[in-house]
């Protein structure tokens, strides 16, 4: 079997203003659609995060993958090792070499499994080791925001919004506010765990957001991840007042140097996708003590099979793990849920951002969460096909929107004139 052909394909969706340490989430959020095509008529999908530097780096990796085996994955990893290594700056994707090729790989490795899945008639799940559970838990993941949904919507309102829709719309800058926004989004899904997205307003109103979902959610696992604003005096400072509420702790200060401090005066467990995030650094991390848990990402990691890797790693030097998250659809979905059920090391529930999206580039609707998880069935492959109407559809947005990059500075300026990421520190 021969890769034919690797299509790539750019698409914007609806993405509500969404509040984070980085600024304001735009009304369209980005992502980019793969599809490898054989000579044997199976197609395997992917998707990964978008943005002009990506597409580059992909349309070069396009020349690589066409014509190899899909099953020689680490024949192909290893040539785009090469490709990125000597590429000349003039291509100027915005990575390093290495970060450049795991986060090409990571897009292609997704739609490798997919295809071999579909070719033997095997869940992805298996393609990579096979499960260990049969189900993944997913934790409700909560936002300050703006009123609005975003994408078509703008930063209005639809009067015809119910049940989560209308919550999802809805204002969110006070812990009584985002309490509500828990309800609406438990009700809808079923998450038995929370995580707020933190770093937007002052660390004490972020506490007694955490303080508020605690006692309106008593016995619910709870995590805040403040995205490395708050300095490490501040992270030493609340500490003590989220021990009793917190599971984990995720990147309240910004490095390995400044968590393997805090790791000395706080006992809750922490927790990081910023001061570790690929196997280079996991070396300094475990010499440092830097963190307890690696928030791993298919989607940044090197793929699928890496997270098998990852999590070997992390149990030999006893490491727990779980994921991250972007705003992401449904191929991403499965990706995450067939990597969730086949990595043992995983100890928490998974974060996503799907259920503030409403669109999607699957067929048959989008991905159903039962009780707060995915279950992963025996379809072949990630169980999703691609919907080519709707990624049309999608397709035309991103090229009406005018959003190429995401820059979440620039969409927070336009309602903070001056805003800075820099100054916004606590």
């Known amino acids: 079997m021969k890769i034919t052909d690797m299509k790539v394909t750019p698409i914007a969706f609806a993405d509500p203003p969404l509040l984070n340490a980085a600024g304001l989430h735009a009304p369209y959020a980005l992502r980019i659609i793969l599809e490898l095509e054989t000579d044997e008529h199976i197609t395997g999908i992917g998707e990964i995060a978008g943005g002009s530097s990506v597409l580059k780096g992909l349309e070069e990796a396009r020349k690589v993958v066409v ?32 970060g450049a090729a795991r986060r ?18 095997r869940p992805a799940c298996d393609v990579i080791g096979g499960k260990v559970r049969d189900r993944i838990d997913f934790s409700a993941y909560l936002f300050y925001k703006y009123e609005g949904a975003g994408g078509r919507w703008g930063f209005g309102h639809n009067p015809d919004a119910r049940g989560w829709d209308k919550a999802k719309e809805m204002e969110a800058l006070t812990p009584e506010a985002v309490v509500e926004e828990a309800r609406a989004m438990i009700k809808e899904y079923g998450f038995k765990s929370i995580k707020l997205k933190g770093g937007v307003l002052p660390p004490q109103v972020e506490c007694d957001t955490i303080k508020a979902l605690a006692e309106a959610f008593p016995g619910y696992p709870l995590r ?11 992270s030493v400072k609340y500490a003590p007042l989220l021990k009793q509420y917190l599971e984990y702790y995720e990147d309240p200060c910004k490095g390995q140097d400044a968590m393997a401090r805090l790791g000395h005066v706080c006992d809750i467990p922490r927790a990081t996708n910023m001061c ?26 090197g793929g699928m099979d890496a997270t098998i890797e990852l999590g070997r790693i992390c149990s030999v030097f ?8 972007n705003s992401h659809l449904g191929i991403s979905m499965m990706a995450m849920a067939h990597v969730g059920v086949a990595v043992p090391e995983i100890s928490y529930a998974m974060d996503t951002h799907y259920p503030w999206q409403c669109e999607d580039v699957i067929k048959g609707g989008r991905v159903k969460f039962d009780e707060g998880a995915i279950v992963v069935g ?49």
């Not at 085996?69 to 000597?86: G, H, L, Q, V, Y």
């Not at 805040?224 to 501040?234: G, L, M, R, S």
């Open 224 to 234: 805040i991840d403040p995205n490395a604003v708050w300095t490490y005096e501040t």
């Open 318 to 325: 006893g490491r727990k793990l779980s994921m991250h998250s």
């Open 378 to 426: 025996n379809e072949p492959g990630l169980g999703v096909e691609l919907d080519h109407e709707k990624l049309e559809i999608l397709h035309r947005n991103y090229l009406k929107c005018g959003i190429k990059d995401r820059n979440d500075e620039i969409e927070m300026q336009k309602k903070v004139p001056g805003w800075t990421v820099s100054k916004h520190i606590f």
């Open 67 to 98: 014509g190899m085996d899909p099953f020689e994955r680490n024949k192909i990893r290893i040539a785009i090792d090469k490709t990125f290594a000597n590429l000349t700056d003039s291509l100027n994707i915005g990575y390093a070499h290495k």
């Open 276 to 301: 570790t995030t690929s196997f280079e650094e996991i070396p300094s991390d475990i010499q440092k003590g830097a963190t307890d848990i690696i928030l791993a990402d298919p989607h940044y990691w």
């Open 104 to 121: 090409m790989y990571s897009a292609i490795n997704i739609a490798l499994v997919d295809l071999i899945g579909k070719a033997i008639e």
